[in-house]
């Protein structure tokens, strides 16, 4: 019986997983981007670090047409080409604030949201032109974004969700895939009273805007709970469409106070590990912070989060959005990786060889309590880790990092 229970623990020297699903971490960028660089769609996007792209915004009018930049289309499609060509997915976004508002922050009157969803003709015309764009561009779905609908429209707002997403249901033999409807709505009850259950049934996913708070920090920890736990709680949310936003830019009481890749150049450590996004009078996203709301996703059972926007990330080691990718998507790619990695002889004796094609990992050996017994730095190609200090036979895991993310191997001390 022993020697099948050993038997047993040693074929289960595996990999061991967590149950972590599939997450996104989604990229918007506006498309006026454009004109300060012209290149940023083809050289600017980090695409090795989304799972979806979204260009910004088309603009509905009134009748049922839309606007948008002169050089939308041809960055929408330079945009497909980059990402398509990396297994990301692509999506517009239609409406934004500034479809609803003027430029001095006021209401456009009447709203022009509101009088094309009103018509039928006007929605059917929209609604058209809009999977024609899905088709033309080959993308995988379509964000609603309307600031905001009142009560009175939920009628008109479940209406033109249907058509969309009945839309993409339809295309998708053609394409060939599954097209993705997403909405963004307000952090709380305010701005919300329009969506009800039947609206939330037409979406694949909620983008919860959890920043712009009015609050001594715009985008803080205990604002991103709050909204998530109203959408939940309050409107019945499915907790897998749930996306939370992450600001790469910094607000205070209200003001706009720059992107985080401009205003951490004086020190970019300092911003980067600061331990709640508020320093020098800048109110933002550290990667403590954005580790932390990662957490209160997965608690939720939450599907990942999107960034307005990308367009304000640095591209070096202190990069926001590489503190995303590796928390919510890279740690599976690590697993991968560190799945293919060969640790022997299993069981040991005196030493553990680790063979490995990656550089600057770490390693930390401990007991089935948790206590450290051994940690250390593993270099490209075979390690050779003394275990023979260690005195007792049993279970051991050695964990395998890289900093942001870490797998657990089991061994066996003989």
């Not at 600031?147 to 008109?156: A, F, H, I, L, M």
Request: hydrophobic share 35%; net charge negative; aromatic share 12%.
């Amino acid at each position: 019986m022993k020697n099948t229970i050993y038997i047993i623990i040693l074929l289960c020297f595996t990999l061991i997983s967590s149950s972590l699903k599939s997450q996104k971490v989604i990229g918007f960028l506006g498309d006026w981007h454009h004109w300060e660089n012209p290149n940023y769609v083809s050289t600017g996007i980090n695409y090795d670090k989304l799972t979806d792209v979204v260009l910004a915004f088309v603009i509905p009018k009134s009748d049922g047409s839309y606007t948008y930049e002169p050089e939308f289309e041809s960055q929408l499609e330079e945009m497909v080409n980059q990402a398509h060509a990396k297994g990301r997915k692509v999506h517009i976004s239609i409406g934004g604030y500034s479809a609803t508002h003027n430029t001095d922050g006021s209401l456009i009157s009447p709203d022009p949201m509101r009088q094309m969803t009103s018509n039928a003709a006007t929605r059917k015309k929209f609604v058209d032109a809009m999977i024609k764009m899905v088709k033309d561009y080959d993308l995988d779905g379509l964000n609603f974004d309307w600031e905001y609908p009142s009560s009175g429209d939920t009628y008109n707002l479940n209406q033109i969700l249907y058509d969309l997403k009945l839309g993409l249901i339809n295309l998708e033999s053609e394409l060939g895939k599954t097209l993705e409807l997403s909405i963004a709505v307000s952090a709380s009850g305010y701005y919300s009273s329009a969506y009800n259950s039947t609206s939330l049934s037409y979406v694949d996913f909620v983008y919860i805007m959890a920043f712009d708070n009015g609050g001594d920090h715009h985008s803080s920890l205990s604002f991103a709970i709050s909204a998530m736990d109203f959408w939940l709680d309050s409107k019945n949310l499915e907790p897998k469409k749930i996306i939370l936003a992450i600001p790469f830019y910094s607000k205070n009481n209200g003001q706009w106070n720059g992107y985080y890749k401009d205003f951490s150049k004086s020190d970019p450590s300092a911003y980067f590990n600061d331990e709640d996004g508020s320093l020098n009078n800048r109110n933002y996203n550290s990667k403590p912070v954005l580790e932390a709301k990662i957490d209160e996703i997965n608690k939720r059972g939450g599907s990942g989060v999107f960034v307005w926007e990308i367009w304000g990330d640095r591209n070096d080691e202190y990069s926001l959005l590489n503190v995303l990718y590796s928390n919510l998507v890279g740690k599976k790619d690590l697993e991968k990786e560190l799945g293919k990695v060969n640790i022997y002889p299993n069981p040991v004796n005196n030493v553990l060889n680790i063979n490995t094609n990656k550089q600057n990992l770490l390693f930390t050996i401990t007991d089935v309590t948790g206590r450290e017994i051994k940690n250390g730095k593993l270099a490209e190609g075979i390690n050779h880790i003394e275990t023979e200090s260690i005195d007792s036979r049993g279970i051991y895991f050695i964990t395998i990092s890289n900093g942001l993310t870490k797998v657990s191997h089991k061994i066996i001390k003989k």
